[in-house]
C-alpha cells in the first residue's frame, strides 16, 4: 500500500498537461472566466496610457508654486479647462495653470498637481496657498506601471477578475487558452439506479455520477456522463474502453475492492492499462487504483463509498486535473494549520481526513468536525463540508483546542 504521498507523486509524474499549441481555442474576453492562458499576453498599449492627474485640482509648472504659503500665495492664470477624456488644447506656460479632473490628461508644459483642497478661486485665476510636496505630485506618468512590449500575463494562469481586469485595460480582447480537459465519469454496480427512480429493495441511488461531475465542472473540466454501468465485465469493459478513447481523464467510482463483483483493476489490465496504484493507506478511499494508457488517457478507479469518492478527487484528481488543464502552478491542495474545535480520532492505521467546515472565530480559524457519523457510506453529512482535518499515519487523536493540518477542499475556497 502506497503512502498518500507516493500516491500523489506517481499522479502527478503520470498527468501532463495539455498541449500549448494543439489543445487551445480561442476566446473572447466575455468568455474567458475560468480559463486558463495558453500563450503569453502583452500589449501595444504603455499604462497609464497618458500622463493623467490622480486628483482634482490644478495642473502648474512646479517651479511657479514651490516656494508659496498661505501668506503669499501663488496667483496662476487659468488657461483652459480639462475634463477626463478630452485632449488639453493649449500647453501652460509660467505663471498658468489649467483646471483638470481626476484622470484627465496632462496638458503639456505642466509637470505637477495641485489639489483643489489647496487653493482658492478667484475669477479666472487660482490662488495657490501651500506647494505640493514635489515635482509631479498627483501626476501617474505615462508607462509608469507597464510598458508596452513587456510580458504582461504568462501562460499557465487562470483567468478570474483580476486577470480579465488586466487584459481588458490592455485591450486583449481575443485570448488564447487551453480546451477544457474531457473528464469522463461512469458509476459501477448493480445496484445504483438515477435519483428520479422508484427504489426497489437493496438498490440505492447513484449520488457519485453527480457529486463527481459537479467537482469536475468546479475545475473547469467537461465531465462527460456515461451513466451506471451494471457489475458485469464485458459491459463494463466496454464502456471503459469508450471513455479511455473518448476522455483526456476517466472517473469511475465502486468495484476497486477484493469483492468478487470488483472487476475495474482486472479490466484495466486486460485493456492495456500500466496499473500504477492499487491501494493508498488513506481513509476514507484506500482502494484507489490509477492506470495509465498509451494514449495519453490517466484513469481512476475511485472506490464506490460515496464519501471516499468524493475524497479521492479532492486529494488525487484535483492535482491531476489541474496539472492536466495547463495550469503551470499550485497543482496541490492547500493545507493549513488550525485549532480543532472537537477532539479528532483515527486509528492511526491510515492518514486520515474528517470533514467538516474551517471557520473564523474572532478572526482565528478554527476546524469544526461535521456533526454525525464520519463514515464512508455517510454522505448526509458532507454537506457545507469545505476543509478536511488530517491525522497523519500513527496519530490516533487531536485534542480539541489543538493545532491540526486541514486541507481546503476544492472549489470551497474559490479554486
Ligand atoms: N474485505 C474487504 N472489503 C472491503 C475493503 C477491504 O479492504 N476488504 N475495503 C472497503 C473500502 S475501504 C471501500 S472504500 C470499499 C470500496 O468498494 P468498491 O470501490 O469496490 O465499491 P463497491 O463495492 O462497488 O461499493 C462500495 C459501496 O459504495 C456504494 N456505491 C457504489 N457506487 C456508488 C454510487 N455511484 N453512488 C453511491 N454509492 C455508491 C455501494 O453501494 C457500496 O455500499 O470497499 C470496502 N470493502
Ligand atoms: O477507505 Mo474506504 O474508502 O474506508 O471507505
Ligand atoms: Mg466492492
Redo the contacts with the bound molecule.
Sequence with gaps: MLSVKEAESIILELVKPLDTRKDTEVVTLEDATGRILAQPVTSELDFPYWDNSAMDGYAVKFADVESCSAESPAVLEIVEEIPAGVQPKSAIASGQAARIFTGAMMPEGADTIVIQENTKREGNCVLVLSPPSRSNAFVRQRGSFYQAGNPLLEPGILINASEIAVLATAQCTQLTVYRRPRVAIL???D??VPPDRTLQPGQ??????YALAAFVASQGGIPIRLG?VP?KPDLLKEKMTQAIATADMVLS???????D??YVEQLLAELGGEIRIRSVAI?????LTVAAFANGCTYF??????V??LVSCWRFVQPALRKLSGLSDNWLPTFMKVRSRDRLISDGKRETYLWGQLQSVDGVCEFQLAGGAQN??NLINLARTNSLAVLPVGQTAIASGQEVDVMLVAGAFGR
Design positions: 458509476s459501477t454496480g445496484e445504483l440505492i441511488v447513484d449520488s457519485n455520477q451506471i457489475d467510482t465502486g468495484g476497486v475492492s477484493v469483492g463483483y470488483d481513509k476514507p478511499g484506500k482502494p478507479g475511485i472506490p464506490g463509498n460515496p471516499s469518492a464512508s457510506a
